[in-house]
């Protein structure tokens, strides 16, 4: 996975849109699993970053409009990366 469908990006926007939903975590789940393998977390923990970045997602895509011009993927890790400092702060 090289780059991010804009037509995908949309369509999980549409939270009803279990489809691209599904089709959205068979994608991402790999890439955020082995960000959070990075961050030096076990496998469950990283497990456990991982749908907690889904979870954000779901009440974060609505708002996110999408620019050509800018990489979707640092902008998911840049989440991720902010929720893994979260968890480990304590909050």
Not at 10 to 37: C, H, I, K, N
Not at 74 to 83: F, Q
């Amino acid at each position: 996975m090289h780059s991010t469908s804009p037509s995908l990006l949309e369509r999980v926007r549409q939270r009803s849109d279990g489809e691209a939903w599904g089709r959205f975590v068979a994608l991402y789940t790999p890439l955020l699993f082995f960000w959070a393998r990075k961050c030096g977390l076990q496998e469950e923990d990283a497990a456990d970053l991982t749908q907690e970045v889904f979870a954000a997602l779901v009440e974060k895509l609505p708002a996110f409009t999408y620019d050509p011009h800018r990489s979707f993927r640092s902008w998911l890790r840049t989440v991720t990366l902010n929720l893994w400092r979260d968890r480990a702060s304590g909050r």
